[in-house]
């Protein structure tokens, strides 16, 4: 066992998409990532890359409303986005 498995942070097991297939991730339930899907917990408190954040701020910004959209249609028929939704069920 390495000493990054070893995180004092908690998260939780989840399935994610990757392209068109499901697979095993991980929801950071504290650090700075909290709520976020990342493929490992050490993820959940590594430090944020700014540049990237910013990137991402900017092009939210310009496309948001087109992006929503899009995300919407694809979860509303997209197979692979309604498997998804049945195996993740809400907590409460």
């Known amino acids: 066992m390495r000493i990054d498995e070893i995180t004092i942070t908690e998260a939780r097991m989840v399935w994610r998409k990757s392209g068109n297939k499901l697979v095993r991730a991980v929801r ?3 650090g700075r990532r909290k709520g976020r899907v ?3 917990a050490s993820q959940c408190s590594a430090p944020v890359d700014m540049k ?3 990137t991402l701020k900017k092009t939210k910004a310009k496309f948001g409303k087109r992006l929503a959209r899009k995300a919407r249609r694809t979860k509303r028929i997209n197979p692979t986005s309604k498997r998804l939704r049945r195996l993740n069920p809400r907590r409460r």
């Open 28 to 30: 950071c339930t504290s």
């Open 38 to 40: 990342v493929s490992t």
């Open 52 to 54: 990237k954040r910013m």
